[in-house]
């Protein structure tokens, strides 16, 4: 019985690829890649002949069980075309019927860019929430972001060059003129990270046309000397979290600082809410 591997491949430097990423992909029965073209590009790079087959978005489901075939008889391991598969990339499908079928799954750490762009950005990395892809549309994009606009975390965004003016726009509109890192074609050899406020950001990217996938690193509400909440905003905040998968502890603690309001009777009010 094989086991899969997810291996994480290099977002844009090559000298990213670890060792281990090398001989778990040369050991490997077989790798499915989202783009066998890019993958064969880094194989051939590291003089690799494994077979390949695709495993992209379109077919994912379809190929599951001819995937499950080939772990029946060795390892797999899975790639996306740069970074950590699963990690707003085809892969979670495969994993959970990975784990379903009884076949171990391995991860092959690497790189990843919004753990990069968050290090890099000198905003708080205590507590974040990764959040992928922004709403292409504008009224979507807002009304996702009132729901995020009262979290303290950490917030990160990935955005594509011709989007990431008018999201820094709505982010601006809708949850304030907060600090941001702004990271695009990170370990390429043009990389930026642009660090200030948003409305600076907006500025400085109007310049001249965007290039580069981006991942914007924003900070979360500051706490700020304030009454203590109605009832109604604390069930808000709690139906919020709930929606955002937080844990009844956590999500507790957070809007009880939050609120004013003593943690066990927000915890309650959870319980409450969860039932309903």
């Given at each position: 019985m094989g086991t899969l591997y997810l291996v994480a491949t290099p977002i844009g430097n090559l000298e990213d690829m670890s060792a281990r990423a090398v001989r778990t992909l040369s050991e490997a029965r077989?790798?499915?890649?989202?783009?066998?073209?890019?993958?064969?590009?880094?194989?051939?790079?590291?003089?690799?002949h494994t077979p390949l087959t695709s495993y992209f978005e379109h077919n994912k489901l379809t190929k599951l069980e001819a995937i499950?075939?080939?772990?029946?008889k060795g390892d797999v391991a899975l790639v996306s075309d740069a970074g950590t598969p699963t990690i707003n990339d085809p892969g979670y499908e495969l994993v959970k019927a990975a784990l379903k079928a009884g076949y171990n799954v391995c991860?092959?750490?690497?790189?990843?860019?919004?753990?990069?762009?968050?290090?890099?950005?000198?905003?708080?990395?205590?507590?974040?929430?990764?959040?992928?892809?922004?709403?292409?549309?504008?009224?979507?994009?807002?009304?996702?972001?009132?729901q995020v606009k009262q979290l303290p975390y950490t917030l990160i965004f990935l955005e594509s060059p011709h989007r990431v003016l008018p999201a820094l726009k709505d982010l601006e509109s809708c949850l304030g003129d907060r600090q941001i890192a702004v990271a695009r074609e990170l370990t390429k050899l043009h990389e930026e990270i642009w660090r200030g406020s948003i409305s600076a950001a907006r500025?400085?990217?109007?310049?001249?046309?965007?290039?580069?996938?981006?991942?914007?690193?924003?900070?979360?509400?500051?706490?700020?000397?304030?009454?203590k909440w109605a009832e109604d905003k604390v069930i808000i905040a709690i139906k919020v979290g709930l929606k955002l998968v937080e844990s009844p502890s956590a999500l507790a603690k957070r809007v009880a600082q939050e609120s004013g309001w003593e943690r066990k009777e927000i915890y309650s009010l959870i319980m409450e809410t969860k039932e309903i």
């Open positions: 077989l790798i499915a890649a989202e783009d066998t073209r890019v993958t064969r590009k880094l194989l051939t790079h590291f003089s690799l499950l075939s080939a772990l029946a991860p092959i750490p690497g790189p990843s860019a919004p753990v990069a762009a968050l290090a890099a950005s000198g905003l708080p990395t205590d507590s974040f929430l990764y959040l992928g892809y922004l709403p292409r549309k504008s009224p979507e994009r807002r009304e996702f972001l009132q500025s400085h990217f109007s310049q001249k046309e965007p290039r580069g996938e981006f991942t914007l690193v924003m900070a979360g509400k500051t706490k700020s000397g304030k009454k």
